[in-house]
């Protein structure tokens, strides 16, 4: 089993720029891809980005390619979401999640551990 902890969340005026952190414990790291989800109030579960276990290889979701960027740090048990020139729509609770599998695209449902979420807000 292995256990998430987001940070980084807080409140930013539209076109500035945070940085969250996924910090893991338990079972070893690198085994698990890791991704980043996103929830709005009244609103479904939205894939933000993913990174594999090794951090070769990245996805990211159409509305925040450009601009947000998915990095992992294994000696640390961290993955990061750098999040740039960011948007009232990007206002949402943010979730990182473990996954033993890696494809480009997986659903949430392929995640097997989440962790609590960190709040985003941007004003505009």
């Known amino acids: 089993q292995v256990q998430l902890v987001e940070s980084g969340g807080g409140l930013v005026q539209a076109g500035g720029s945070l940085r969250l952190s996924c910090a893991a414990s338990?079972?070893?790291?690198?085994?698990?891809?890791i991704g980043w989800f996103r929830q709005a109030p009244g609103k479904e579960d939205e894939f933000v980005a993913a990174?594999?276990?090794?951090?070769?290889?990245?996805s990211y979701a159409d509305s925040v390619k450009g601009r947000f960027t998915i990095s992992r740090d294994n000696t640390k048990n961290t993955v990061y979401l750098q999040m740039n020139g960011l948007k009232p729509e990007d206002t949402a609770r943010y979730y990182c999640?473990?996954?033993?599998?890696?494809?480009?695209?997986?659903?949430?449902?392929?995640?097997?551990?989440w962790g609590q979420g960190t709040q985003v807000t941007v004003s505009s």
């Open positions: 990174i594999s276990q090794t951090g070769s290889s990245t």
């Open positions: 999640a473990a996954s033993s599998e890696w494809r480009p695209e997986m659903s949430f449902l392929q995640y097997n551990y």
């Open positions: 338990g079972r070893t790291f690198s085994f698990y891809a």
